[in-house]
């Protein structure tokens, strides 16, 4: 990948991000009984640099990342990072898991003196355009956007339904009867006051706690490439596959 200069880094300096990794990874054992889920390598990579890589590339170097599992190996790989100087990256540690909202809520602090916060789980592998994904969502002046895929099997996931405005007027957390096949991806971007309302709501789990109290407020940006999570030893096996050639062309920093 280009590096982009760290002195031309202005265009997103005010958006933070909240990478969500600290989760055991249990459906990937024994992988995970010695390797924390978000630094399984794929095609010789740790899952993070596929989101480090698109970070860069939209611009975005004030990362923070939540712990837990086997933490000191994502330190090391912190560490590393910062060492190279084109990241802040600041680690959150859990000790007992607080559940993705649960984590905004403990990092409440994080979007001080930001304008808007980008969400993701990082136990998926993708290659969305990121600066796109932001440019809709302040175009659209809204305090929420989801990105959404279009997912295969429906019921296991969160599906939004969409206006023709994009507006997210229903979401459901694995429902029994799909709608729609539009399934929440695990990234968001939200204001810095939607970031504040998120963490004052004191919730577990962002799908079922919070991104309800958003529909109708919320837009849905749909994104047509490789996304992926590789929460099973299938889709991993699938992700390595894939990898060589999704990932084969570097990216480019978006000026």
């Known amino acids: 990948m280009t590096a982009r200069d760290p002195t031309t880094r202005t265009a997103d300096a005010s958006t933070r991000v909240l990478l969500l990794a600290g989760g055991l990874g249990t459906r990937l054992q024994p992988i995970t009984d010695t390797c924390p889920k978000c630094?399984?390598?794929?095609?010789?990579?740790?899952?993070?640099?596929?989101?480090?890589?698109?970070?860069d590339a939209a611009g975005l170097?004030?990362?923070?990342?939540?712990?837990?599992?086997?933490?000191?190996?994502?330190?090391?790989?912190?560490?590393a990072h910062n060492a190279a100087g084109r990241f802040r990256v600041e680690e959150?540690?859990?000790?007992?898991?607080?559940?993705?909202?649960?984590?905004?809520?403990?990092?409440?602090?994080?979007?001080?003196?930001?304008?808007?916060?980008?969400?993701?789980?990082?136990?998926?592998?993708?290659?969305?355009?990121?600066?796109?994904?932001?440019?809709?969502?302040r175009e659209h002046g809204g305090p929420f956007t989801m990105m959404l895929f279009r997912a295969q099997h429906p019921e296991r996931c969160g599906i939004a339904t969409l206006d023709a405005d994009r507006r997210i007027t229903a979401?459901?957390?694995?429902?029994?009867?799909?709608?729609?096949?539009?399934?929440?991806?695990?990234?968001?971007?939200?204001?810095?006051?939607?970031?504040?309302?998120?963490?004052?709501m004191n919730g577990f789990d962002l799908g079922f706690d919070v991104l309800p109290q958003f529909v109708g407020r919320m837009h849905g940006w749909p994104w047509d490439g490789y996304h992926l999570d590789i929460g099973t030893h299938e889709a991993l096996d699938a992700a390595r596959r894939d990898a060589p050639g999704v990932f084969a062309q570097p990216l480019e920093p978006t000026r």
């Open 61 to 79: 170097s004030h990362v923070r990342i939540n712990t837990h599992h086997l933490p000191e190996q994502v330190r090391d790989y912190i560490a």
């Open 39 to 55: 630094l399984v390598p794929i095609d010789g990579r740790p899952l993070l640099d596929y989101w480090f890589d698109r970070f």
């Open 92 to 137: 959150m540690y859990e000790p007992t898991l607080l559940g993705s909202a649960g984590t905004v809520t403990a990092n409440r602090d994080l979007v001080d003196g930001a304008s808007d916060c980008l969400i993701v789980y990082a136990d998926n592998l993708s290659d969305v355009d990121i600066a796109g994904l932001m440019r809709f969502h």
């Open 171 to 200: 979401f459901e957390e694995k429902p029994k009867n799909p709608t729609s096949n539009l399934a929440n991806a695990g990234v968001y971007v939200v204001s810095a006051d939607a970031y504040r309302e998120m963490a004052d």
